[in-house]
Structures are given as C-alpha cells and as structure tokens.
C-alpha cells in the first residue's frame, strides 16, 4: 500500500539527547514536510524539501536539523538546542504537479515525542 | 492575529445535525484545505479547493475566494464524524508551504 510512515510512534529521551525522527514514503512525491503540533495550536512548519539533496527552513527551524538523501526519506533530528521538545511531529508529502491548485499533502500518523 | 482563523474552537452536536465549520484567512492563497485529524493523531484531506463548492458524501466544502472565507458543512453527523478539522490556507509561491488553523475540536453525541 502506498503512504507515508512515522516511526516510532511513541518516543521517550532524555534531555539533552539528541533524537532522529523517522519519515518515510512510497508515493513517489518530491516535496515533503516537517510540522510540529502542540496543544490549541495550528501546526507549524519546522523544515521542508521540494527535491532531493535541498531542504528550506520553516516558521520553527531553530533546534532541528534535517536531510533529504533519498526521495522517500526525509528524517528530522531534534536536537538538545530546541528548548522545548516534547510535541507531537508530523510528517507530509506531496506531488508537485506545476499546478499548486492540484497539489495535496498527505500525511503520516505522526510521532509523539516526550522529553523527560 | 492568526493568518488562518476558525471558528468555533469547539462544537458539541446531537447526531443528525447539520454542521458548519468556518475559516477565514487573510493571506493570499492557491488552495484552501480542509482536513480531519482523530484521536489518535493522524491527518486525513478531506478537501482540497480554489473555487466553489466541493461535496463528497455528507462533507460538502465552500470557499468564497472574494472574501477569504470557507466553510466545511456536514449533513446528518454521526457520531464518528467526532474529530479536530483543521483549515489550512496554501500559500501562493509554489512550495505548497501551508498555514494552519487551531482547529474545530468536534463532538457528535448518540
């Protein structure tokens, strides 16, 4: 089946450590996104790739770093310089057709990540 | 000020009642998006528009691009329509970025 996977699911760190987000699709899209949800807030763009080998930095880049090796990869490092890490983390992906009228994100289940 | 507002925050219906979810928005955009966001965390488009009007099965989406306004409507809820829906405005540009809204936390009771 086609789609997009986040795992794990659930994430427990220490602060202090870094930690690496997994993000993976099969769609054959070549834009994908980092979001970043927190409680009665929207989300909020942290990083985003509109093709391989090139990333742009979102609304929240600052603590995180990201890489786009391979078009179904695009995985998030959240690192012991974001002062608040504990949020839920939202992967997307989209086919960029040229017509953005056309074009629709999806996205993965996400990964809640707790700092302890 | 919220590029992306919604209202209300959060809604409690009895089942078999017409809903209606609005977003406003004041950025200039190439989509409007509405999606619906369980429990459990997961995302799910429902609608993607520019123009008009957009129906699939009870979920019927609006936008009037002169005002800057959308609306989401569902017709005789159910229970499992229970959700956040989240409008999100695409930014004109041509990296699709988007901007979220909070959210309609929505409650269908039997």
């Known amino acids: 089946d086609g789609g997009i996977t986040q795992s794990p699911k659930y994430l427990f760190r220490k602060e202090g450590q870094n930690v690496t987000l997994s993000c993976e699709q099969n769609l054959n899209h070549d834009a994908m996104y980092w979001y970043r949800q927190d409680p009665g807030q929207g989300l909020r763009l942290i990083y985003y790739s509109q093709i391989v080998n090139d990333f742009q930095k979102g609304d929240i880049a600052e603590g995180y770093s990201v890489s786009r090796e391979k078009k179904e990869s695009f995985p998030l490092t959240v690192t012991s310089a974001q002062k608040n890490p504990t949020a839920f983390y939202l992967c997307?992906?989209?086919?960029?057709?040229?017509?953005?009228?056309?074009?629709?994100?999806?996205f993965g289940p996400g990964t809640r990540l707790t700092v302890l | 000020k919220n590029e992306v507002e919604q209202s209300p925050q959060n809604l409690t219906a009895q089942e078999g009642e017409f809903i209606t979810i609005n977003c406003s928005y004041s950025v200039g955009i190439s989509a409007l998006h509405w999606l619906q966001q369980h429990p459990g965390g997961g995302i799910v488009s429902l609608f993607m528009?520019?123009?008009g009007k957009k129906k699939h099965g009870r979920l019927i989406a609006t936008i009037n691009i002169q005002e800057k306004h959308s609306s989401l409507h569902i017709t005789a809820s159910h229970p499992r329509d229970s959700a956040v829906y989240i409008c999100?405005?695409?930014?004109?540009?041509?990296?699709?970025?988007?901007?979220f809204g909070k959210g309609t936390k929505l409650t269908v009771n039997p």
């Open positions: 997307a992906s989209m086919m960029t057709s040229g017509i953005p009228s056309y074009n629709e994100q999806f």
């Open positions: 999100a405005a695409g930014a004109q540009g041509g990296s699709e970025k988007l901007v």
């Open positions: 528009l520019s123009s």
